[in-house]
């Protein structure tokens, strides 16, 4: 196991401006505020971040601009390189390990229904293009399907690979990835159930609305290894009730909505994304200004 890159970590947004260029600038003040939150690192480039809506230039230029805005802060850099084309995958792991990011992450090949084996064979060509370690990653919602246990164990089991990102609800799966390999690292990716996926063996976590309240959720691991379930149990209470909130919103624009109010400038998520209830935003700030959750912001 890779252990100094356990913990948690923000799937970062990415700062766009009002008219949905990359903005280097507002990319510098949401890593900033991430920073400031006390997670292990960043997650650059994912899902999170609008990733399917950026070209493969803008990604790569994006981890420059995270890189060096992270300079000196002791995070860990994750480089989401997950493309729909295998080359510009690759393209974007070489940039990562030229700039010098800790470890790379990517999505599988999501395009089109891939069958199980290219799934294996995209993530073996990927492992094999750098030296730097590969988070894989179990996400049924993009590839249409759950992976089984034997899926999931060859391509973690591959040379170069490091581990998982788990952002499944059958937790079955992912006890038995931890009893089949206790040498992998495990993300959990639900941040609203975190505390199942770290009782199932989770390692730490990597999650969207980290960028919010990333202070909380470091607390909220470090419950659950100190075996102090019912400070966990009120941790999780309040991240779910946000995520609550969120999914009225929409998860991304309620995200970037809940930085503006805390005076983070963020900028606006990319066309098509759009808030789905503006009625829902007072309740969004309502929940930001309470003294409960207020304490975990920094």
């Known amino acids: 196991m890779t252990t100094d890159l356990k913990g948690m970590y923000s799937a970062l947004l990415t700062g766009f401006s009002d008219h949905e260029d990359l903005d280097e600038a507002r990319q510098r003040n949401i890593v900033d505020y991430n920073l400031r939150?006390?997670?292990t690192g960043l997650y650059v480039g994912g899902s999170t971040g609008e990733s399917g809506l950026m070209s493969t230039d803008e990604l790569a230029e994006q981890q420059g601009i995270v890189l060096d805005a992270a300079k000196g802060s002791g995070a860990k850099l994750i480089a989401h390189i997950g493309q729909p084309s295998l080359r510009d995958s690759i393209r974007l792991a070489k940039n990562a390990q030229r700039l010098g990011y800790d470890a790379l992450s990517a999505l599988p090949p999501h395009s089109y229904k891939f069958?199980?084996?290219?799934i294996l064979s995209y993530y073996?060509?990927?492992?094999a293009s750098t030296d730097l370690p590969l988070i894989v990653y179990e996400v049924p919602g993009r590839i249409g399907r759950e992976s089984?246990?034997?899926?999931l164990s060859a391509i973690i089991e591959l040379p170069g690979v490091g581990g998982i990102k788990f952002s499944s609800m059958n937790l079955f799966i992912l006890a038995q990835l931890?009893?089949?390999h206790p040498n992998k690292l495990i993300y959990f990716g639900s941040d609203e159930a975190f505390m199942t996926g770290a009782l199932s063996g989770a390692d730490g976590g990597i999650g969207s609305t980290y960028n919010v309240l990333g202070k909380l959720y470091t607390a909220l691991d470090a419950a659950m290894q100190?075996?102090?379930v019912a400070r966990a149990c009120n941790l999780q209470t309040i991240s779910r009730n946000y995520v609550t909130v969120l999914f009225r919103l929409g998860v991304m624009p309620g995200v970037k909505l809940s930085l503006q109010h805390l005076g983070v400038d963020c900028g606006p998520c990319r066309a098509p994304f759009?808030?789905?209830s503006k009625a829902a935003i007072p309740d969004l700030h309502a929940m930001l200004d309470d003294p409960e959750v207020k304490r975990w912001i920094p």
């Open 37 to 39: 939150q006390g997670l």
């Open 115 to 118: 069958t199980g084996t290219e």
């Open 124 to 127: 073996k060509a990927l492992a």
């Open 148 to 151: 089984t246990l034997e899926e």
């Open 178 to 180: 931890r009893q089949h």
């Open 226 to 228: 100190a075996g102090d």
């Open 274 to 276: 759009s808030v789905l």
